[in-house]
């Protein structure tokens, strides 16, 4: 038998999807829908005041204000990136690790938010490794909730990171960011896209600036339904035909945590997507080289492409500091003091 | 014991061909007289005034998780069923994955003590293998004669063709039915949703619709295969287009297969699940506007055989975690007549005997329930009588039940209970 779904008979009202109660807070950055183009050109602003700004003057923006990084998964850049924004905007920060505190004792989400908020933190910066697990913080604490990563979902301030390294190549000297400030730009991510909450944030946010987004890669890292997520956004799985087209390349680490029992022939994949130096000086000479990292050198891209003239991997590193600056400080501006 | 008359209602007893004003007398525990209104004498009978409500035979939940023995937390067979008298619900047929697995007859028969405090008939179903972990088969003649009404292994489906073959063998010999939760579940691992856009979009694993359709068509085949006009096989809780069809052709078939499709399946899709509600979160999933549209065209045109709630009750902290590590299940013995008469009667058109008759008189054919889900002389007494045109709105926090876990709290309910009669006693009454 191969029955498929078919259309109804008739037209049937049916209920509707009740609004979205979130966010809570407008401190939170939960997504990167959350924000309207206004938002992001505000926090673009402010991440160029802030970057700018003489360190001691900086330090009194958020003096003594208490921030909570809540991290369930391991993480270099991200962790490292908020806590010295926070710090470099005055505030006190703790940090509380799934590996070293009562989370391992099984208490949960919920719980460990509250006890952060009954210690006196006014924001949290969360990373956890189940999608969605922000936005049950939020409901909880009804503090500023950053996301800083969940799951296979989003990763927000680093589409906003990413998107500040692209404006700086493209589109030197942008003070804001409208409908059309990408048109013409095509950024190709290339990868394991179905784990990557990096690409999800991504396709989710450049193209409202106007950029067409290609995703590239094999049918199992990247589902034939990926560009139904939002407008402009369409997949090329031809590698190659897909670096012609770019004036960005994003690539992305396979994320081997998250492969639940799929099996992926590295070689083979190399073969078809991974980023040389001979494929981009061919194809995409001018393109701008991203990787929200950890990159793992030979696999995704060689040591060359990486260490490159054309990456611009470790100035994603230093924007996300100045971005993390504006997202934290806006966090705890439009919100006064505690829930 | 006391009689009681049902004065000046309107009676639908859709098994009996009736829909039209009559008075109805109870007594010791059945169904004594039914009348034209004013032609039975009280002669001394406890009087309930019906008039401008409708009189219909007591609901039947074919699909309910009681969570006694063993999770008494979530819910007892006390609180369920205090639940589902005030949904309209008169019997409940109760699923085996408890805690222990009813796998035995002293379980079964465990639950059926009166010490148990069930408020409406409970009809255990048990476990069609040993923990239900489709290896061994239990004996179903012994689980039949302690109570038991079908089997199945609910939440973990029999995928092994040998060990389901043999389930719907063995139990069509003693005269029981086969209700399968059909999902692949090799094709389910770690997904906690519907396949589709919104789950690659909330970065959720997708548990695809081959997942129920295919095992659907695979428990057909076997009942092709077997040639025996006494196996009865039941598909619980529907929720795709595909496993419709196969059941809709192996009924054109004249195979004795019938389904069920519980309400959430008939009015919400996975776009309900909005920012990882958990109370949007059920095993099978919300699914597509499509599949969701197919429930409702399945309802009305006869295929599906039974509106069946899932009832599956979960604490408030078990609910209140990530998306991922929620439990699956809401509950639904109080909803669901309201929603029904809501949704499928007023919205959809489906004359109100039809809903009732979903609700009652196939639920009790299809799992034989004798002298249930009718009103006629000689029926046991379950009654219930409701406000058809009465708009209200649910409660959650005004449950019976022991949890709340509901996405319809807030809802606009059509149709509102007035009393609630198992077996001649009123075990609900509306405030």
């Known amino acids: 038998m191969n029955a498929t779904a078919q259309p109804a008979r008739r037209q049937l009202n049916s209920p509707p999807v009740p609004p979205s109660p979130f966010p809570y807070n407008p401190g939170s950055l ?291 500091v100045a971005i993390r600056m504006a997202v934290v400080e806006r966090a705890l501006a439009t919100h006064g003091g505690r829930a | 014991m006391t009689a009681l008359l049902i004065r000046g209602g309107h009676l639908i007893d859709p098994a009996a061909g009736i829909d039209a004003p009559k008075d109805i007398l109870l007594k010791d525990g059945r169904v004594a007289e039914v009348a034209a209104p004013g032609k039975i004498k009280s002669n001394g009978a406890e009087t309930l005034d019906a008039t401008g409500l409708t009189v219909a035979p007591g609901l039947i939940d074919i699909h309910v998780h009681l969570r006694e023995p063993g999770q008494s937390h979530k819910e007892t067979i006390a609180t369920g069923t205090a639940s589902a008298a005030a949904g309209g619900f008169t019997s409940v047929a109760a699923m085996p994955n408890t805690v222990p697995v009813n796998d035995s007859p002293e379980i079964t028969r465990w639950m059926l003590a009166p010490e148990r405090g069930a408020q409406v008939r409970v009809f255990p179903i048990a476990a069609a293998t040993r923990g239900s972990r489709g290896e061994a088969i239990n004996d179903f003649a012994a689980l039949k004669a302690a109570g038991a009404v079908a089997v199945t292994d609910d939440g973990h489906p029999i995928l092994k063709d040998g060990i389901m073959r043999e389930t719907l063998a063995a139990a069509a010999r003693v005269g029981l039915s086969v209700i399968q939760h059909a999902e692949d579940t090799r094709l389910t691992q770690g997904c906690s949703m519907n396949a589709g856009p919104t789950a690659f979009k909330l970065g959720l694993r997708g548990m695809p619709v081959e997942a129920e359709s295919g095992l659907v068509e695979r428990d057909i085949r076997l009942v092709t295969e077997l040639r025996d006009a006494r196996v009865h096989l039941h598909v619980a809780h529907t929720s795709t287009a595909a496993a419709v069809a196969a059941v809709r052709q192996a009924r054109r078939n004249g195979l004795r297969v019938t389904c069920e499709v519980a309400p959430h399946h008939f009015l919400l899709t996975e776009e309900h699940v909005g920012l990882y509600n958990t109370h949007a979160k059920m095993n099978p999933p919300l699914r597509s506007a499509a599949d969701r549209d197919a429930m409702i065209e399945a309802i009305l045109d006869g295929v599906v055989d039974a509106i069946a709630t899932d009832h599956a009750p979960h604490a408030v902290h078990e609910k209140e975690v990530e998306f991922e590590h929620a439990p699956n299940g809401i509950t639904g013995l109080e909803t669901a007549l309201g929603l029904s008469l809501r949704w499928l009667h007023r919205e959809w058109k489906l004359p109100l005997g039809r809903v009732l008759s979903l609700l009652s008189a196939q639920p009790a054919a299809l799992l034989g329930l004798r002298g249930r889900g009718t009103l006629a002389a000689g029926s046991f007494a379950d009654v219930v009588v409701f406000d058809p045109r009465a708009e209200w709105t649910y409660r959650a926090a005004d449950t019976r039940s022991r949890s709340r876990n509901t996405p319809f709290d807030g809802w606009t309910m059509q149709g509102k209970v007035r009393w609630t009669i198992s077996e001649g006693r009123v075990v609900y009454t509306s405030a």
């Open chain 1, 30 to 320: 939960l997504s990167v829908q959350d924000l309207s183009l206004e938002a992001v050109s505000h926090i673009l602003a402010r991440a160029n005041a802030l970057e700018g700004m003489d360190p001691l003057v900086r330090a009194r923006i958020l003096a003594k204000r208490r921030v909570a990084l809540l991290f369930y998964e391991s993480s270099t850049r991200t962790r490292t990136s908020f806590e010295l924004a926070a710090k470099g905007l005055g505030a006190d920060t703790t940090l509380v690790s799934s590996l070293s505190s009562s989370i391992e004792k099984g208490e949960t989400l919920k719980d460990t938010g509250l006890t952060l908020r009954a210690l006196g933190a006014e924001a949290i910066i969360l990373r956890h490794n189940s999608s969605g697990a922000p936005w049950l913080l939020e409901q909880s604490t009804h503090l500023p909730v950053l996301n800083a990563g969940d799951g296979m979902h989003e990763h927000p301030t680093q589409a906003l990171l990413d998107l500040r390294t692209i404006l700086q190549h493209l589109r030197p000297g942008a003070e804001s960011v409208a409908a059309d400030t990408l048109s013409g730009v095509t950024v190709t991510i290339v990868g394991d896209i179905f784990h990557s909450r990096v690409a999800r944030s991504n396709m989710l946010l450049l193209p409202r600036l106007g950029a067409r987004v290609l995703l590239c890669g094999p049918k199992e890292l990247l589902p034939e339904i990926a560009p139904t997520a939002g407008p402009g956004i369409a997949i090329e799985r031809d590698f190659e035909a897909a670096l012609r087209q770019s004036q960005v390349v994003m690539m992305l680490r396979i994320q081997a945590e998250r492969l639940a029992g799929m099996q992926i022939d590295l070689d083979q994949y190399k073969a078809s997507y991974q980023l040389t130096g001979q494929r981009l000086a061919a194809l995409a000479p001018q393109a701008v080289v991203l990787h929200p990292g950890p990159i793992i050198r030979g696999l995704e891209l060689t040591a060359g492409v990486a260490d490159g003239p054309q990456s611009a991997i470790l100035e994603q590193v230093r924007n996300g």
